[in-house]
Structures are given as C-alpha cells and as structure tokens.
C-alpha cells in the first residue's frame, strides 16, 4: 500500500526533501514506517522527532492504511 511522507521544517532540510510516497505491507503499524523512514534518511536521528498519522500526533501503535499521510517534525517552542 502506498502512503504520502510529509517532512517539515529542519527534517526537511535533514532529508533533503519535502514530501515522499513510500509502500508498506498491509496492516503497518506507524513505528514500522516511521522506523523505515529514518532508515531511508539517517540524518534524521540528528533530531528529536515528533510524528503524526493524518494529522494527529501519533504514538507508533496506529495501524496504517492505504492513502494515510504521515508527517515527521521536530518539536516546535515559541515564545
């Protein structure tokens, strides 16, 4: 199944991209793709990262599904 990465600010520039589309086998659960995300882009361990299933943070226990947007991001402070 197919689903779309979205990398947002110093991920982005981490991954040296903005968006991915990336297969995974039926019934993934987040941390696998997640797992196989940082895989793919190893400067992204340099981080603390935040990840989101469509939308909404996610813990890595979320089952995946065709289509699903995941999202990876640093934490955010403001002031």
């Known amino acids: 199944m197919k689903v779309q990465v979205l990398f947002f600010g110093a991920t982005a520039d981490a991954a040296g991209i903005r968006e991915i589309e990336i297969d995974l ?6 941390e696998n793709a997640f ?3 940082v895989g793919k ?10 990840f989101a299933v469509n939308q909404e943070y996610a813990s890595g226990k979320e089952i995946i599904k065709n289509g699903d947007e995941l999202a990876v991001f640093t934490h955010v402070s403001g002031g």
């Open 25 to 30: 086998p039926e019934n993934a659960k987040a």
């Open 35 to 37: 797992a196989q995300i």
């Open 41 to 50: 882009y190893p400067a992204l361990k340099q981080h603390s990262l935040l």
